[in-house]
């Protein structure tokens, strides 16, 4: 059996780039060579980060958190991100429409009624962080504005 010197080539560049991707793919934030990066997934302004930030500040990092607001694309890389960046805290998404997809990351709940007390029943919330969200919410506890579309709630226990 003759050796072909160009088909151990190819191999050889098939499994350096199957082992670069691998690399890429589980270490792609370690591999960044500067301090500054952060992933902004679309829909998500840079300017929301101020947003977490605050939530950061009023919330314990052992808190169980609720995140209320429309349904949507744009919400749903909102709670990526806060997801993401509110790490250790606990956080539920409750979305306020209907159900369109049984993969949905939310919650659908009607403010209208005594559906969201039911929905934090006996999950040890201690703040709603509310996003564009107009009516007001049925429940007591103390509101931190943060801008006219965005606050916080934190809930009395």
Known sequence: M????????FALALWAQLVLSLVMTLWRYDLVLWNGFQVYPSGVPKEYDAFIEFAQQVTP?????????????RYTARFARLHYLLYPRELLWLGMGTRTSALSRWTPVDLSGPELERALAGRAVTAVLVDEVAEPLPLGGRRLDFDPAR???????
């Not at 003759?2 to 080539?9: D, E, G, T």
């Not at 990092?61 to 694309?73: E, I, K």
């Not at 606050?151 to 226990?157: G, K, Q, R, V």
């Open 151 to 157: 606050y916080i709630l934190i809930l009395a226990h």
């Open 61 to 73: 990092a052992d808190s169980n958190l609720v995140y209320l607001s429309p349904t949507g694309d």
């Open 2 to 9: 003759k050796s072909n010197w160009r088909i151990a080539l």
